[in-house]
């Protein structure tokens, strides 16, 4: 079909093109709201089903009740503030208590009954030789006193000084097993210098979904304000959130304001540089408009099977502000085109025939390379570079469709006025002003090709040393530097480390399922051995299993704590001060001696070990270290690497699930996937570049200016340091899409007319205007407290500017140079004009 039939077409059925249109949009905007309003923030989200991290993810969620908290930390503004602050965590804690069970598992303001039951229950908890030895020390002292009581002795007490008890001997051992216990001033959770104060909420659910987080810190938010906090306590006292479940929320609340925020700056900005650049507000709705349907229909084609995509990760959060962004370029230059020849003085269908029939080769070569390179990260398995890459890949060729299929028609339906020739004479200035800007950039690139070259060989040479002197990884290994900018200043990132400080600990744990209590055992054993050497990274700070709560020994245990108590005497009682008195007497009390049940247990000592079933002995909790070095990827990769090993010496049944897991596989998923996908955008661009022209030479030189292009860019990274994550990864594959998508049109001009000042005058403009409706796209991600996603747009404009500077400047000044008599590229045959024509 040529250009003419083509046109002909959709302006004779063009309220039926409309109409179609409009209600394939309405279906679809109905798909993406849905799409966009199941955001999933969790960063397992970014990682395969078939993960290991993940599955051990499912396995928990199905065999254990929640391990997630949510932690209230009242900065107190001053120690003499501390009783305020933990009276209002008692009158907060006691209106958590009263939540419904399958959302709050358990919450508590301090170790009171944690500590009753190790103080009571000590003997139980200990091994039966310990207490044999103990009651042998007691009793040696026994008789120690009657001897020197009654004169058998025949040395004085310094000849022969009291037996000593191995207290200190057996603290010693415990606290190395089981970890020191911390103290708190009354044991409530108030920290040493007394300016934190913490309440701890554990969730009753496990499950993904959001909404159970977001329903639980709401309410606690209102209780909060309910309580007249900080006004009825202390009025200078201030608090936040900690926790994995504050992260969550955190993050997916930060999305959708960095959501909010970008969508508006990209329009605003985008309907500017339209309106300014065409010198008409009709224009934005006619360029627009398609590029809208188009990224609606994206996202309701891939929602269908066998894609099925419907919900969104951080990374394809933004899509649609890029999609709209990198969608428009193909309507620019169709519109341009369609302004040059209606300023000639074509009828408004001449116009668009021609407009049509001499870009639509081009943007579709450009918009086939774009979506070349995001379908290079199909070939991952991480899905924050797979879904990123059916939605990219898709959107690129709907939207160039819808643009070819809806311009003509707004233009002939409301844009009948658009662009008149005496128009020329109402925006003459205007329009002088663009010509010669363009027109001169022509004139020096043409004229000055040898400093312009000059200049790029040495921007090429420097990114060249950047890039072979860069030492070090350039793989971010830190996801702290990756969570969002304001967290630090005010959010979890702030609160969570005052937690950790204040407890001491960490409260979610690494834990390793398996499905017997043997097993559990020997992973308990094998993770033991691990911090004994100090592998895993050495962030292994303690384990806990059943056996520290539950022993099997117990009922031995007990039966030599009763024959300690038969030898402890009066006197002995009587001889240590009351705080000792008190505790001697309750670990020696009727309750302490009567047998050990797992009711008796605390719910925290158990949190973790007691699945669905109602069993405590077939999990091992790993507690890390904190402050240890749990963001560094080489302590994750041992750490994850030892535990699972350790999963696997116990039985082919258990897994290892953890945080640090997950991150750590998403570090090893990009370093394997992340090079993968570069190379096969390189070469699918590189493809596509070749098969664009009919000419070798124009196809070698849209290569050449794509390599320096992407070469300026890392170049930039090497020496700004940036480095690449999870989310700025993809703008890789992305930069070599627009690379080729500026050098493609130019040199589509080119071979058209065979006029180098004319082809960089006339599609100059409209090329600049593309890199910066896609400059826009991206710089909405730099506003983002997200700063994965800052560094997303950062690199990704990096990228823009260069592969600009290089299809404009360089390429240009590469092709006068050749062709002005230093080289044998030739220019553009008769033929090759003819066939790029409509």
Known sequence: MTSRRFVGFLLRHARAVLLCAAVFAMFASVRAVLTYANLRSDLEELLPANAPSVRALKEARRRLPGLRHLGVVVDTGGRENAAAALRFLSDLEARVGAYPKDLVAN????????????????????????????????????????????????????????????????????????????????????????????????????????????????????????????????PNMRLGFAGDIATRVEEARGIVVDLGVSGAVVATLVLCAIAWFFRSVRAVPILVGPVVFGALYSFGLVAL???????????????????????????????????????????????????????????????????????TLLITDFRGFNQFGWIGAIGMLVCWTSTYALVPVLVHSFGQRLFLPRDVAAGAPALAAEAGMS?????????????????????????TLGIVSRRGTWLETDFSRLRRAD???????????RMDA?????LTPAVILTDSPEAARRAAAAVRELAHQGRAGGLIASVRTSEDVLPAYRAESLAEAKKLAAAVTPAMLAALSP??????????????????????????????????TGAVDRNVLVFPKVGSGT???????????????????????AVAVGGLLLSSDIIAAMRRDGPLSTVAAMIAVLGVALLAFRSVGLSLAAIGSLVVGITLMLGFAAWSGQRLNFSNLIALPITFGVAADYSINVLKRYQAHGELARAIGKTGGAVALCSATTVIGFASLIIAQNRALRSFGELAITGEFACLATAVLALPAYLAWRTSGHGTFAKPTTREQQESGA
């Open 107 to 234: 919450v508590r303001t301090g170790v009171g009954a944690e500590r009753r039951f190790v103080e009571t229950r000590a003997l139980a908890l200990m091994e039966p030789a310990d207490v044999a030895k103990l009651r042998a020390a007691v009793e040696a002292r026994h008789r120690w006193e009657v001897a020197h009581r009654t004169g058998l002795s025949l040395l004085d007490e310094k000849e022969d000084p009291a037996p000593e008890l191995p207290l200190a001997e057996l603290t010693a051992k415990y606290a190395a097993r089981h970890g020191k216990l911390p103290k708190f001033p009354q044991d409530r959770f108030l920290s040493d210098d007394g300016l934190s104060a913490v309440l701890v909420i554990q969730a009753a659910s496990h499950t993904t979904a959001l909404t159970g987080d977001e329903e639980l810190l709401s309410r606690v938010e209102r209780d909060v304000k309910a309580l007249g906090f900080p006004e009825r306590y202390a």
């Open 305 to 375: 099977p066998p894609l099925s995509i419907r919900h969104l990760n951080s990374n394809t959060a933004f899509l649609s502000s890029i999609i709209v962004g990198n969608g428009l370029n193909g309507g620019i230059i169709l519109l341009a085109r369609y302004r040059e020849q209606r300023l000639a003085g074509d009828g408004l269908e001449n116009a668009l025939v021609t407009a049509v029939g001499e870009t639509y080769r081009a943007t579709f070569g450009a918009s086939a390379a774009a979506a070349a390179a995001y379908a």
């Open 439 to 463: 027109h001169g950039l022509a004139h020096f690139v043409v004229s000055q090709a040898r400093l312009v070259l000059g200049v790029v060989l040495a921007l090429f040479v420097l990114a």
């Open 487 to 497: 967290s630090f200043e005010h959010g979890e990132r702030y609160w969570g480390p």
């Open 502 to 506: 204040t407890l001491h600990t960490y």
């Open 579 to 612: 705080s000792d008195r008190a505790r001697v007497e309750r670990l020696l009390s009727p309750a302490a001696l009567a047998p050990l049940e797992a009711s008796e247990i605390p719910a925290t000592l158990v949190a973790g070990l007691r699945d669905t």
């Open 631 to 653: 963001w560094n990827a080489g302590r994750m990769a041992a750490f994850t690497h030892d535990l699972r090993q350790a999963a696997a010496e116990a039985g082919p049944r």
